[in-house]
Nanobody, 115 residues
Framework: QGQLLESGGGLVQPGGSLKLSCAAS????????MGWYRQAPGKQRELVAR???????YLSASVKGRFTIAGDIVKRTVNLQMNSLKPEDTAVYLC?????????WGQGTQVTVSS
């Protein structure tokens, strides 16, 4: 068994920046992609960004140009750099690891963008 450990959430003013980090621990060695989802109150969970390799990344249209995802599948880590944050980015951000044997989820970290 393994788990995903997230860090980096918090409260930030509009226009500010935060960096989220996620690392896998334990006996999970079949990860082929890692990414971040978010869920705001009353809304569906949505994919924000996904990393497979340096040349294979995905960013949702709502964050493209403001967020950057980087990671290392071998090291089982993924980071999300969030710049120019907006109040509508407020949500619980969840790390996800796509595995051959099924997805693994972190517990989530709260990001609040407010003045």
């Amino acid at each position: 068994q393994g788990q995903l450990l997230e860090s980096g959430g918090g409260l930030v003013q509009p226009g500010g920046s935060l960096k989220l980090s996620c690392a896998a621990s334990g006996s999970i060695f079949d990860i082929y992609a890692m990414g971040w989802y978010r869920q705001a109150p009353g809304k569906q969970r949505e994919l924000v960004a996904r990393f497979r390799s340096g040349s294979d990344t995905y960013l949702s249209a709502s964050v493209k140009g403001r967020f950057t995802i980087a990671g290392d599948i071998v090291k089982r880590t993924v980071n999300l750099q969030m710049n120019s944050l907006k109040p509508e980015d407020t949500a619980v951000y969840l790390c996800n690891a796509a595995r051959i044997g099924g997805s693994l989820w972190g517990q989530g970290t709260q990001v609040t963008v407010s003045s």
